[in-house]
């Protein structure tokens, strides 16, 4: 059946497209003398923090300078001592990314259950999460069950009947 009333018509005039605001509307109904004030203050600021952090980096290259032989050889050692101290912490995540895939243990087992950061324990949670695991092996339910004999009923006995050797 066909109704009576026809397509409603699409809306003749579609929404204007805003961007971001204009400095015009920004400061709308704001003193001119104050808003002008206040980009001045901020441009100020803005300039002594970009002459401070000029600053900084002079001053970190003159220390650097003047530091003596053996404190640049103990921050070099401190530096490395820090990168020694993270290597068991990339082997161990290197090392759960493997035995997830080689085990296939499920994403939520293996976040929730292998949390170690040391390589050592990682392996024995993994042996753990594993053994408790149930194998699939190659055996076969109900090898060596003889089946039951089938049930007696008379269309057997009248063919068994029928077909039985006479002497």
Known sequence: MLDDQP?????????????????????KGEDPVKVRKA????REWEKRAKENATAATEL??????????????A???????AEAAT???????????????LHQIPADRAE????????DLLLRQVTGLVADQPRKGNQVRREGVTPPPPLEDDVRAFARDLFAQKE
Not at 92 to 101: C, P
Not at 112 to 119: H, I, N, R, V
């Open 7 to 27: 397509a409603p018509a699409p809306d003749p005039a579609p929404a204007p497209e805003t961007g971001p605001p204009s400095w015009d509307d920004a400061f």
């Open 39 to 42: 980009l001045d203050h901020a």
């Open 60 to 73: 970190a290259k003159i220390q650097d300078a003047q530091k003596t032989e053996a404190e640049r050889a």
């Open 75 to 81: 921050d070099r050692i401190a530096k490395a001592e």
């Open 87 to 101: 290597v068991p912490e990339k082997v161990a995540a290197a090392l759960r990314a493997h035995l997830v895939t």
């Open 112 to 119: 929730l259950y292998l949390t170690a950061t040391d390589p």
